[in-house]
């Protein structure tokens, strides 16, 4: 009776002990976005918070959803908590959809700003990671945007159905890039973005109203980095052939020459196995890579109901397919030193006894490694159509 009594009696402790700590969602500035600049003592800290009232209901006031503040420290820690003296609330990163770096801060080393966010107990690590290509972080945060009243979001869903839809982008979680930048046979990348039209513009709300927008947020290729380093940028079609080569490529349109105009396949599966072996004493490394696709314009006088002529369309469709995947391993054989396509960890995968012999000097290795690309390439589906009617029009 008396062990019933006490249990009763705690009953109300124990229901009262979960929200002693509990912060009212109005004493609070939502976090979407945070960009790290360089400075010459420390950091440049910026975080785009939300505007929750402008948000919230149909009244409006013609604020902004989102406002911008920005800070420096010489450490990130310090920056972020000085801006206690712009904002009147405690900020709240749990909802971080985006961390831009500045392009001078990814040169010099973003191992620093990686273990500040990686302490970060409120962090989730579903937000992705960009660079400023050509900027700071802080322009790019500094703009509105059309279509998302949460310019952060547009970034995140941008990068999302780009990735889906267009292949020389990649989405890099913290987790994703911290794991990277540790591995001695991996290095990391990250997508670029920066601001088109006129940076100055893109802060005004008026810049998201117009039908046209003066300015705004796009997308580029691929960020190498050496450790933590950025070492420099690739093209749109050596971005696509590192994502065919690591499989991240789920739908892609191919260009595909064809009597003095073009065919566009779009590709809608792809999937690429990757082979590590000694041979001799040498690492080699073996790509295999099966696509298929379907016709998704036709601008030549082509007869697609000939099988002769699909059977041609595949080799060529394949051909294209494997020049991209040569073209990046030679870019960053040749250019960049920098394995991004994990091929010292499929080395070690496959034979730890060698990879701890190559280790040590996997950069050089990684310069004349080896590598052997096979692609198969299929055209499934030619459309609703078989024929092209332009062949009538020009009749």
Known sequence: MKKMLKVFLMLPIICLSGCWSSIELNELAIVTAMGIDKTEDGYLVTVQVLNSSELAGDARSGRT???TFRKSGKTIFEALRSLSTDVPR???????REVVFGEEMARE??????DFLSRQKELRSDFYMTVAKGS???????????????????VFDSLENSERRWAPTRTVTLDELVSSIVSKGRQAMLTGIYVYGDPESGSNVTNAQNISPKSGLRLDYLGVFKKDKLVGWLNRNDSKGVSYITDH???TPVNIPCEGDQITVNTTSSKTKIKGKMEKGNPKIDINVTSEGSIGEVE???DLTKPEKIKELNERYAKDIKGKIEGSIKTLQEKYQSDI??????IHRTNPRAWKRLEGNWEQEFANLDVNVTVK??????GTISESFQKEIEE
Do not use: M, W
Request: charged share 25%.
């Open 65 to 67: 959803e989102v406002v």
């Open 300 to 302: 030549c006088t082509i």
């Open 90 to 96: 405690r900020l709240y990163v749990a909802h971080l």
């Open 249 to 251: 490529v789920k739908s």
């Open 136 to 154: 700071t972080a802080y322009d790019t945060l500094n703009v509105q945007t059309a279509l998302e009243k949460i310019p952060a979001n547009k």
């Open 341 to 346: 396509f994990g091929f010292g960890d499929e």
């Open 109 to 114: 080393g973003i191992a620093k700003p990686l």
């Open 377 to 382: 390439a299929k055209i499934r589906n030619l």
